[in-house]
């Protein structure tokens, strides 16, 4: 069945993906707040358990304290919404969450811990897209 259908699976799935990503990415984060939590449970999930995965590491990824905090940026849009969207803002959200990923990963792009792979991507991917975006690893 639906993951729409299954809401009281939602939290068990939020805890299981969350520890996993914990243990991936090393982080310290231990809770979604009660706010996050809510939000997970009324979002319709047309993607489904993989959907839900997706904007867990998402949040896993930006996390910086114990709690974690899902943002309206990281549910994706309903369908509908997402085909109203002009273009240029959905290359603006891509180009963000890549760079949002890249400082996490501290610009790594290659291996376990890198950006490509937190974003579910191929690594030379990752790379055509830095330059389809004109994004430059910063200075130090």
């Known amino acids: 069945p639906p993951l729409r259908e299954r809401l009281h699976d939602i939290p068990l799935l939020v805890r299981h993906f969350m520890e996993k990503f914990r243990l991936q990415f090393r982080r ?34 930006l996390c910086q304290s114990a709690v974690v905090h899902v943002e309206d940026s990281l549910l994706p849009f309903a369908v509908k919404d997402r085909d109203a969207m002009p273009p240029t803002q959905l290359k603006d959200m891509e180009r963000a969450q890549i760079l949002q990923a890249l400082t996490a990963c501290e610009w790594r792009i290659d291996g376990p811990l890198g950006a490509a792979k937190h974003l579910g991507l191929h690594p030379s991917t990752l790379r055509s897209r830095l330059k389809k975006f004109g994004i430059n690893r910063p200075s130090e």
């Open 28 to 61: 310290n984060c231990q809770e979604f707040d009660d706010r996050s939590m809510e939000r997970l449970i009324q979002y319709p999930w047309p993607g489904n358990v993989r959907e839900l995965k997706n904007v867990i590491e998402r949040a896993m990824i």
